[in-house]
């Protein structure tokens, strides 16, 4: 499940100090995607809004030598066929 960030929609106003830490700093939750966004702090019941931030995304690149070497194959479970002559195949790993 996502995990969504929430702050207070008019955090401080302006010296006025009717929201809680919780909401004026921002927090985060852990919502299902189908889940409506929340409205109201769960804390002080103050009007929040959702934030939008970047996800994360996995930058590693693994090549695909490392990726079909028979030694990976095998520690995943995978069976290696290397093709011998027409219709026949020989059993690596």
């Given at each position: 499940?996502?995990?969504?960030?929430?702050?207070?929609?008019?955090?401080?106003?302006?010296?006025?100090?009717?929201?809680?830490?919780?909401?004026?700093?921002?927090?985060?939750?852990?919502?299902?995607?189908?889940?409506?966004?929340?409205?109201?702090?769960?804390?002080?019941?103050?009007?929040?809004?959702?934030?939008?931030?970047?996800?994360?995304?996995?930058?590693?690149?693994?090549?695909?030598?490392?990726?079909?070497?028979?030694?990976?194959?095998?520690?995943?479970?995978?069976?290696?066929?290397?093709?011998?002559?027409?219709?026949?195949?020989?059993?690596?790993i």
């Open positions: 499940m996502p995990t969504y960030q929430y702050q207070s929609v008019q955090p401080g106003r302006g010296g006025r100090k009717k929201n809680c830490d919780f909401c004026r700093t921002g927090f985060e939750i852990i919502q299902r995607m189908s889940d409506s966004p929340l409205q109201k702090c769960p804390e002080c019941g103050e009007a929040i809004t959702r934030i939008i931030s970047a996800c994360n995304v996995n930058t590693r690149i693994i090549s695909n030598k490392i990726l079909l070497s028979d030694n990976n194959l095998k520690k995943h479970g995978f069976t290696k066929l290397v093709k011998e002559s027409k219709g026949k195949y020989r059993k690596i």
